[in-house]
């Protein structure tokens, strides 16, 4: 049966203050490794954190805390498990985790403390900065051929290749509108069009309308790009993973996708039924990346189709059964708007060490998030809500967490954190799953979700006998649940406030709960993932009721009047 490990998951006071004496502090920003002295690797709003302290031990969490620099007060992070994994491909620490909802530009100190111990470690890291530093900007004009990037910039002066008010039209004459073999760039406005030569006699590689072929440090921002990929004569689909952007560098680090519109590919794509169920889903996708060296963030991006030219995976990649995978470590996927595709809105499989996936809304896919399997982690999804969920037209999908494995349970290793996310009703086709339906579930802690599914008779939590140290609770649920789970939890459905749901035309969404519903401040406080609420604890789900509304897709993260 299903084993508890909640003992691990302690019950905690957000907001407290820790006194925490004057320490030395000393920056560390290199890779991961499995080493005494700790580090940190950034994006604009986390820090991943590892160490490997002497005496760590499974019943020995490492207790986080952090400051802006300069400040007076601790706050609480989350603490880190102890989780080695013997990897050939990575050196890696025996504790790692991630501090989030930091402010980009900002240097901090973050102190870490060894459980039942006296031993602590301290260091400083800052977060990106928002602002580039901007070097040449060469302008762009209107063209029907390639665009070959190989002039690369320096990481105090990127290269701006701005196409602002300039298209990109190809035609379906090339297979690629830009290629780039550069570092330190910035794509920044272009309009891309026809990616994907119709001539394709046989199965080639996949390619992009965008296709980065090698470098690191490189932007795409306020870019718009439709009718992408190649039409597959021997399934009348797609070519499976021809994308708007596609790599498959090794090298690859430090990719930012940011404010595009990834839109209408040429070709529709298959579903798990065709020809026969089960026959898997294949065609284009947004954004592909294959075993790059992470450190990537995918924000604020509109992800959209129609039912006529469906979508593989909105974002996803590989390899899924790994230590590597997609989107690739210490990487950041967050204000999203996701839609139109037969199998995963969201892909995020392999390693996904120190992997963050929130305040995306996704809708019209048939698994919402793919994290099968987890090798390394830990994984952190939360502040997601998601809506219809389908396998083919006029029929139901599948969940709202893909969980499972890929190429073997001895890949399920790594831990996952799923957080306030909320499970949507906007019609009838809500997801038939929620926390792996009944796929194999390992290492995972749940924690204040609205897990609505399809029909009671749905599972919230897989019943299969080989889930192992799963930790279910405090979540509102309707469907089956395993034994040994969610002793503070409710079960029942939601009452939404007035006016609740997704608005399309401004790309907001309000999600939530009215004051007479179950799940009002009926949760546990999460440090540093509970934030936003008043009263004495947080609302389950996505959307506090005092939160304003809720922004997804190329206006994210910009202020709501």
């Not at 897990?451 to 089956?480: E, I, T």
């Not at 401040?521 to 509304?549: E, K, M, W």
């Amino acid at each position: 049966m299903a084993m508890n490990s909640r003992s691990s998951f302690p019950r905690f006071v957000c907001g407290c203050v820790l006194a925490v004496a004057s320490v030395a502090l000393v920056p560390h920003l290199r890779a991961a490794r499995a080493a005494e002295t700790p580090l940190a690797i950034p994006t604009f709003h986390c820090l991943g954190l590892y160490w490997s302290p002497p005496g760590g031990a499974a019943d020995k969490q490492v207790q986080v805390s952090y400051r802006q620099q300069g400040a007076t007060e601790w706050k609480q992070g989350l603490p880190m498990r102890y989780n080695p994994i013997a990897n050939t491909d990575e050196d890696l620490a025996d504790y790692r985790g991630s501090i989030v909802h930091l402010t980009p530009a900002t240097t901090y100190e973050i102190r870490l403390a060894l459980a039942h111990t006296p031993t602590t470690a301290t260091l400083v890291a800052t977060t990106w900065n928002e602002r580039f530093p901007v070097g040449e900007t060469l302008r762009i004009g209107n063209r029907d051929t390639p665009l070959v990037i190989t002039e690369s910039g320096t990481a105090a002066a990127l290269r701006v290749y701005d196409g602002a008010g300039a298209t990109i039209d190809v035609r379906h004459l090339h297979d690629t509108c830009i290629t780039v073999n550069a570092s330190n760039v910035i794509l920044r406005g272009f309009t891309l069009k026809g990616a994907g030569a119709a001539t394709q006699a046989a199965p080639r590689r996949p390619t992009g309308a965008i296709l980065i072929e090698a470098g690191h440090n490189i932007v795409i921002e306020d870019c718009d790009i439709s009718d992408w990929g190649r039409l597959n004569p021997a399934t009348g689909f797609g070519f499976n993973y021809d994308s708007a952007i596609f790599s498959r560098s090794a090298n690859l680090q430090r990719l930012i996708v940011q404010r595009c519109k990834l839109h209408h590919p040429a070709h529709d794509g298959s579903t798990w039924y065709e020809p026969t169920y089960p026959t898997h889903t294949m065609g284009p996708q947004a954004i592909t990346l294959f075993d790059t060296a992470g450190n990537h963030v995918i924000r604020y991006n509109e992800c959209y189709s129609d039912l006529d030219r469906m979508c593989n995976d909105i974002v996803g990649g590989g390899s899924n059964g790994s230590f590597k995978g997609a989107p690739g470590h210490d990487s950041d996927i967050y204000g999203n708007l996701v839609s139109h595709c037969w199998d995963d809105g969201l892909e995020v499989e392999g390693g996904n060490r120190n992997v963050r996936v929130w305040d995306n809304y996704i809708t019209q896919s048939m698994m919402m998030i793919g994290n099968a399997a987890t090798s390394i982690g830990p994984l952190y999804i939360w502040r997601n809500v998601v809506a219809r969920s389908q396998s083919q037209p006029d029929a139901g999908g599948g969940n709202f967490l893909k969980m499972g494995y890929a190429g073997g349970e001895h890949w399920m290793t790594g831990h996952q954190y799923v957080f306030h996310n909320t499970l949507f009703r906007s019609d009838e086709w809500l997801p038939t799953g929620a926390l792996g339906g009944s796929r194999i579930v390992k290492h995972v802690v749940s924690r204040n979700n609205i897990l609505h599914v399809r029909s009671p008779q749905n599972h919230c939590g897989s019943p299969a006998k080989q889930n192992l140290d799963n930790d279910y609770d405090y979540d509102l649920y309707n469907g089956q649940m395993p034994p040994g789970h969610q002793a503070h939890g409710i079960r029942g459905e939601p009452v939404y406030a007035a006016g609740a749901g997704f608005d399309p035309e401004t790309r907001t969404g309000r999600f939530q709960l009215a004051p007479n519903s179950p799940g009002v401040a009926a949760g546990q406080c999460i440090p540093n993932f509970s934030d936003g609420y008043t009263g004495p604890a947080p609302d389950l789900g996505a959307h506090q009721r005092v939160a304003p509304p809720l922004r997804y897709g190329v206006r994210a993260g910009q202020r709501i009047d």
